[in-house]
Nanobody, 124 residues
Framework: HVQLVESGGGSVQAGGSLRLTCAVY????????MAWFRQAPGEEREGVAG???????IYANSLKGRFTISKDNDRNWLDLQMDSLEPDDTAPYYC???????????????????WGQGTQVTVS
């Protein structure tokens, strides 16, 4: 049974930082491509950052280098370090994973079959 559990969300002032963690149960992140998405109220879910099994990554252009995605294969988790947070970053953030073509990255929702329940990030 595959399960993704996010944590680390919270409330922070603009300019602050948060680190989100996605704990992975049921498989090894090393064999999957993974990603973080977010969905602001009234908006479509959008890809924030993606990571392939070989370590290559992609980021949303709007982030301007403020976020960093990484994974720890020994601990079976995926992280998202978020710095210089802005009010527009407010949203629930979701972890996603997929075992198809793990050597590739993608920001498309349809490219991921497994999803977590989300963790809320609020920037004021």
């Amino acid at each position: 049974h595959v399960q993704l559990v996010e944590s680390g969300g919270g409330s922070v002032q603009a300019g602050g930082s948060l680190r989100l963690t996605c704990a992975v149960y049921g498989y090894t992140p090393a064999n999957f491509r993974m990603a973080w998405f977010r969905q602001a109220p009234g908006e479509e879910r959008e890809g924030v950052a993606g990571l392939a099994s070989d370590g290559s990554s992609i980021y949303a252009n709007s982030l301007k280098g403020r976020f960093t995605i990484s994974k720890d294969n020994d601990r079976n988790w995926l992280d998202l370090q978020m710095d210089s947070l802005e009010p527009d970053d407010t949203a629930p953030y979701y972890c996603a994973a997929d075992g198809r073509a793990p050597e590739t990255t993608s920001s498309r929702i349809g490219a991921y079959s497994d999803w977590g329940q989300g963790t809320q990030v609020t920037v004021s």
